[in-house]
């Protein structure tokens, strides 16, 4: 039997993140910072995977439940800072409602990658395996991630006058916060 490893990555959400639809993007996984896992994912380690398993492929889970599929991915890329990812969570779902909501409160703000190791080492001065080719199968949302250092980056609004509300909410909050 295969065995998938499940490695969580912060994703910091609030209501201006995320969006009328379920969009949102971040990062995934974020190269050279060791975990709570004491795994440090290294540049490249998803090129190979992208080409054999696209982002339709790549299944987005609620909690690492296989039962449990909440959304779809669009896009994964690589880049010098780790793996950007975008998708939708599917609102036609009652799960999708469900996390859509959590998020939106900030309830619930990481992102975890399930992968196979493909090739690693360790590094013992550093005190940490070396992912340098993994197969990602799913990425979820979780509450508890691994990884303090990703975060979410863009995401796409299909309401002006919601994000107008979020930034005079924000507004708010500062003027406040001097207070």
């Known amino acids: 039997m295969t065995t998938i490893d499940r490695k969580a990555a912060p994703v910091e959400l609030d209501v201006k993140e995320v969006s009328d639809d379920g969009s ?4 995934a996984s974020v190269f050279g910072v060791k975990d709570s896992y004491a795994e440090i994912v290294m540049p490249g380690a998803f090129t190979k995977s992208l080409t054999r398993y696209p982002a339709a492929r790549v299944k987005m889970l609620w ?7 909440i959304g779809v991915w669009t896009s994964f890329t690589e880049d010098s800072h780790g793996l950007k990812a975008t998708g939708r969570i599917l609102l036609e779902t009652t799960r999708g409602r ?18 196979r190791t493909i090739r690693d080492s360790m590094d013992r001065a550093k005190g940490a395996r070396l992912l340098h080719e ?8 979780v509450s508890f991630p691994a990884n303090e250092e990703a975060t979410v980056t863009t995401v796409k609004h299909t309401n002006n006058q919601f994000s107008e509300l979020v930034a005079a909410i ?3 909050r500062t003027t406040i916060a001097k207070d």
């Open 63 to 69: 909690q690492h439940d296989r039962t449990e599929p």
């Open 98 to 115: 469900e996390v859509h909501a959590l998020m939106k409160a900030g309830a619930v703000d990481g992102l975890s990658i399930g992968f």
């Open 24 to 27: 949102f993007s971040g990062y």
């Open 170 to 172: 924000n507004a708010a």
């Open 134 to 141: 993994v197969e990602l199968r799913e990425v979820s949302i």
